[in-house]
């Protein structure tokens, strides 16, 4: 495969470095504390991945403030719970 020199050029991502050395060192017995973000060592919950699934059709990005139903609704469970 014929690749643009501007490609060979580029840097590997220091952040999938730091992953597959991770998988080396797990593979090879040592134990590991990965405090990077990524891949979840955790099983997503069936009703977020149904969710995420009935969304995947929406591409554009959220206001930067965040949702107002879901701001409210974490304004109201802190108000009820820490007040």
């Not at 879901?70 to 007040?83: I, K, M, T």
């Amino acid at each position: 495969m014929l690749l643009n020199d501007a490609s060979k050029k580029m840097r590997h991502s220091a952040t999938l470095t730091i992953n597959e050395t991770v998988k080396q060192l797990r593979k090879s017995g040592k134990e590991v504390f990965h405090l990077g973000f990524g891949e979840s060592p955790f099983p997503t919950h069936p009703d977020i991945q149904k969710a995420l699934c009935d969304n995947a059709h929406q591409r554009s990005y959220l206001p930067t403030q965040g949702i107002l139903s879901l701001r409210e609704h974490v304004s109201a469970f802190y108000g009820r719970n820490y007040q």
